[in-house]
């Protein structure tokens, strides 16, 4: 960066004492004029990104995310979290408090504690060691569906629901079917997985998509959705959103650190609007610098990747260097001549390995001088390189839980060896995915679904996830002759 000289934040630092581990302090509230000084090491990394800070100084790992161009209107101000000047002064000691209470501020960024950011996000999505676990995640996720029923009888059925259950059924199918509902979802768990939320906006038909029409509350009621005005539903990704207003007031809200609307590429659409996924939450104190997603499991994965990247590569080169050949010569006579490439190899150390080197590659023959020189071959030993490798992607497979018959299609050796405890295991994992995460999204869509078909709701209308475990079917037995 010009004007920038890393020699200016190092000049007056004291020296570094050793000291034993102390316990955090109490919590200390302070005033706008007596900040916590960041550390000198944050305070580099913040110069040498250059990132500014809404009070006018540089981003630290509390600050809100700031997001791009043109996702808010240019020229408009946000409202305080907490609506009041007093609130907003209680807000900046919180954070100040927060970044004091902080042991690790210099790594935060190196430890991938702090948000990426989309940009950065989105980059690593392209290469296939982040990719592939959130894709096998959000495939199998949806791979076997779900399955609706119920029990409600004839008689209690309104006049607007079929009174047949099974036409009922059929009709919610059809509808789920017309709508995609299946691949909508499949894409948000990916967006969820790769950027740490996802979104879902539901696109009702006679809404303006401005301002004026989608800042409307959209309550799932027979008064706020009327029957046969879903226009269709879409996926948006988390860079095009970020939050208008929250409350920050009280935790005891209901609505406490939930964004009442979203701001969609200089839009305001109510939080009705959107139905958002996100498996892996963050504190309150990070949901603001988050845009108020959670941690992506590309950003849990990036430690392990890059160490997986660097045993590969390492490997490689050991692979592809192992063995070297060993020139012994009269290095004293020789070393006081040229050392040109196209020196004389009689007569020149670098000119002499040269040619030694030319007429020994390929050849089943290595000539040398009897009287002066000696060659020997050195081979590193490759013995392990492969338990190394192994270990780095079990390393790397572990942290989504996914086997690795499944991650890399890498069967295990051995004796009667299986991975069908694994992938049952696995298995579980995904039901427990389904349950936490889709399970509140599919309520939402099932009600919105019954509300633009018949106006009503079906209260007896369950969901039910298909087991992703299935029995092999047993081979036929041969006719008898």
């Known amino acids: 960066m010009s004007g920038?000289?890393?020699?200016?934040?190092?000049?007056?630092?004291?020296?570094?004492?050793?000291?034993?581990?102390?316990?955090?302090?109490?919590p200390r509230h302070t005033s706008l004029n007596e900040k916590t000084n960041p550390h000198w090491l944050t305070r580099l990394w913040r110069a040498a990104h250059n990132l500014p800070a809404s009070d006018g100084g540089f981003a630290t790992t509390f600050s809100p995310y700031q997001p791009p161009p043109g996702v808010v209107p240019e020229g408009y101000e946000?409202?305080?979290?907490?609506?009041?000047?007093?609130?907003a002064s209680n807000m900046t000691d919180i954070s100040s408090w927060a970044m004091a209470q902080t042991a690790?501020?210099?790594?935060?960024?190196?430890?991938?504690?702090?948000?990426?950011g989309y940009p950065t996000l989105a980059q690593m999505a392209q290469r296939a060691e982040f990719r592939k676990p959130c894709d096998v995640i959000a495939r199998e996720a949806t791979r076997e569906w779900i399955s609706l029923s119920t029990h409600n009888p004839a008689d209690q059925a309104s006049s607007s629901i079929p009174s047949d259950p099974a036409a009922r059924l059929h009709a919610l199918e059809v509808e789920m079917?017309?709508?995609?509902i299946r691949e909508l979802l499949h894409q948000q768990i990916l967006d969820s997985l790769l950027y740490g939320i996802g979104h879902i906006w539901l696109n009702m038909a006679g809404t303006p998509r401005t301002?004026?029409?989608?800042?409307?509350?959209?309550?799932?009621?027979?008064?706020g959705v009327r029957k046969g005005t879903l226009a269709g539903l879409k996926t948006i990704e988390p860079v095009w959103t970020t939050p208008n207003a929250y409350n920050a007031d009280s935790p005891l809200q209901d609505d406490?650190?939930?964004p009442r609307n979203w701001w969609v590429q200089g839009c305001l659409v109510h939080r009705d609007r959107l139905i958002s996924m996100v498996p892996y939450g963050v504190s309150d104190l990070f949901k603001p610098s988050f845009n108020f997603g959670g941690m992506s499991l590309t950003q849990q994965l990036r430690p392990y990747v890059h160490n997986f990247l660097r045993t590969r590569n390492s490997i490689s080169n050991i692979t592809a260097n192992f063995s070297k050949l060993v020139l012994k010569t009269d290095m004293g006579g020789l070393m006081a001549t040229g050392t040109g490439e196209e020196a004389d190899p009689t007569t020149s150390i670098?000119?002499?390995?040269?040619?030694m080197q030319k007429i020994s590659e390929g050849q089943d023959i290595i000539v040398a001088d009897r009287q002066n020189e000696d060659v020997s071959i050195v081979a590193t030993p490759l013995a392990g390189l492969a338990d190394l490798q192994a270990q780095s992607m079990e390393a790397m497979a572990s942290i989504p839980g996914i086997p690795l018959v499944k991650l890399f299609g890498?069967?295990?050796?051995?004796?009667?060896?299986?991975?069908?405890?694994?992938?049952?295991?696995?298995?579980?994992?995904?039901?427990?995915?389904?349950?936490a995460h889709m399970r509140p999204v599919l309520n939402r869509l099932l009600t919105l679904l019954q509300l633009n078909l018949w106006g009503e709701t079906d209260p007896a209308l369950e969901i039910t996830f298909n087991p992703l475990w299935q029995q092999t079917t047993q081979p036929q037995s041969s006719e008898a002759s």
Not at 78 to 85: A, I, V
Not at 177 to 180: S, W
């Open 410 to 435: 890498i069967t295990p050796n051995g004796l009667n060896a299986s991975s069908a405890g694994e992938i049952r295991v696995f298995y579980d994992e995904i039901a427990a995915f389904q349950e």
């Open 256 to 258: 406490y650190y939930r």
């Open 350 to 355: 670098t000119g002499r390995a040269s040619f």
């Open 211 to 223: 301002t004026y029409g989608q800042t409307l509350p959209l309550p799932l009621t027979p008064n």
């Open 78 to 87: 946000r409202p305080s979290p907490l609506g009041t000047d007093s609130a």
């Open 4 to 26: 920038f000289s890393p020699s200016r934040l190092f000049r007056g630092q004291p020296a570094a004492t050793s000291c034993s581990r102390q316990e955090p302090a109490a």
């Open 177 to 180: 079917k017309r709508l995609n």
């Open 104 to 116: 690790a501020q210099p790594s935060w960024m190196a430890d991938g504690l702090g948000f990426l």
